[in-house]
């Protein structure tokens, strides 16, 4: 069965830390996304990347950086963590185009004290 | 710009009851539209997807999903609700060549015994 492995289910941080959230998939695909969720809000983009060292922004990109030196591992990390970056955070992945749908990770909520 | 709008945030039936979840898109072309659930504490599954053709589509756990382009919708069914039903269903449009989703704000729905 195909993974996404998100590293932590649950951390807390303080504010101006700098985080990093780790998502591995082991399906050898090229596309992998990091979402964060709110209630009422959905799901939002916050970046994505098509291939190893490829990246773009998404609809909520500030605040937010990301990595992905190796096909199967994409990082989102915040600079300097802040309260209203509180959220759920999905990472998600597909490969072969949209016939597959994307595969989600279980989620890290992480919380800015 | 393209946007999902799902116009009910709770839900709530009784088991062995009928069930629909509506969906609204907004999008230029023909879209890729996707039905995921997502139950507490864990990612996002996928429920069924329509890509073309039969605009009546099939997906797990014996829901299905109607897509009408005239009324720019792609609604969510299932005949009978089981408990286990009970969860936040997601609707999403594929966007940015194939491989972005755009998601709704979510549906709570919650079974009644």
Known sequence: DVKVTQSSRYLVKRTGEKVFLECVQDMDHENMFWYRQDPGLGLRLIYFSYDVKMKEKGDIPEGYSVSREKKERFSLILESASTNQTSMYLCASIGGGQAYGYTFGSGTRLTVV | ?113
């Not at chain 2, 709008?5 to 898109?25: F, M």
């Not at chain 2, 756990?61 to 969860?87: I, M």
């Not at chain 2, 997601?90 to 998601?103: E, I, S, W, Y």
Request: charged share 15%.
């Open chain 2, 1 to 113: 710009a393209q946007s999902v709008t799902q116009p009910d945030i709770h839900i709530t039936v009784s088991e062995g009851a009928s069930l629909e979840l509506r969906c609204n898109y907004s999008y230029g072309a023909t879209p890729y539209l996707f039905w995921y659930v997502q139950s507490p504490g864990q990612g996002l599954q996928l429920l069924l997807k329509y890509f073309s053709g039969d605009t009546l589509v099939q997906g797990i756990k014996g829901f299905e999903a109607e897509f009408k382009r005239s009324q720019s919708s792609f609604n969510l069914r299932k005949p009978s609700v089981h408990w286990s039903d009970a969860a936040e269903y997601f609707c999403a449009v594929a966007t940015g060549g194939g491989n972005k989703l755009t998601f709704g704000t979510g549906t709570q729905l919650k079974v009644e015994l």
